[in-house]
């Protein structure tokens, strides 16, 4: 099975662009959720995207957005990045069936702004 | 709100020594415990799961965590350490929010960095 995809691998931004970074999720996973980590830091839960829309949503501001696609597939965007969005971003796709459901990382997006 | 304690940020033991890695939680509903492992740029992988059956749960690579709830802890042990056992530790809870029948968001704590000496 395929694992959790995401590109780039690095990004390097500079203050006040926007970004878009892709995560390709694991075959027979139709959830897929997008973790920020900082240096030194655990990762936080951005938000989640089930069916095609935002199912929850962390402590982030609204210039972190997202898409998911039919093939469950997703995007992360950020507008008018700040210095403190320098971070690893995860995306994590999951399949439906509780608790007990199966869930896959993938190796992260490392986004660098300048 | 649930909450996740990693006591220490950093472990530092020798090769064949015994591993054991804290966590503690809070949470106002049953959770869901997670321990996962990250290796320098890479991504994480699941070491291992609690998920309400048995408290002793056994993971990959020879690790075993026990859930307390009297002492609300989930430890991460391995019996004798690898050199390839050092990384970076992640202790998880799950929120418990029923995202579409998925695992809902983890929580993760700061983490532990594990070193190995030989």
């Known amino acids: 099975e395929t694992g959790v995809t995401q590109s780039p691998t690095h990004l390097i931004k500079t203050r006040g662009q926007q970004v878009t970074l892709r995560c390709s999720s694991q075959?027979?996973?139709?959830?897929v959720s997008w973790y920020q980590q900082a240096l030194g830091q655990g990762p936080q839960f951005i938000f989640q995207y089930y069916r095609e829309e935002e199912n929850g949503r962390g402590n982030f501001p609204p210039r972190f957005s997202g898409l998911q696609f039919p093939n469950y597939s997703s995007e992360l965007n950020v507008n008018a990045l700040e210095l403190d969005d320098s971070a690893l971003y995860l995306c994590a796709s999951s399949s439906s069936g509780g608790q007990g459901g199966k869930s896959a990382f993938g190796s992260g997006t490392r986004l660098t702004v300048v | 709100a649930q909450s996740v304690t990693q006591l220490g940020s950093h472990v530092s033991v020798s090769e064949g020594a015994l591993v054991l890695l804290r966590c503690n939680y809070s949470?106002?509903?049953?959770?869901?415990l997670f321990w996962y492992v990250q290796y320098p740029n890479q991504g994480l992988q699941l070491l291992l799961k609690y998920t309400s059956a048995a408290t002793l749960v056994k993971g990959i690579n020879g690790f075993e965590a026990e859930f307390k709830k009297s002492e609300t802890s989930f430890h991460l042990t391995k019996p004798s350490a690898h050199m390839s056992d050092a990384a970076e530790y992640f202790c998880?809870?799950?929120?418990?929010?029923?995202?579409?029948?998925?695992?809902?968001?983890?929580?993760f704590g700061k983490g532990t960095k594990l070193s190995v000496k030989p």
């Open positions: 075959s027979g996973h139709n959830t």
């Open positions: 998880a809870v799950s929120d418990g929010a029923n995202y579409g029948g998925s695992q809902g968001n983890l929580i």
């Open positions: 949470s106002s509903v049953p959770p869901y």
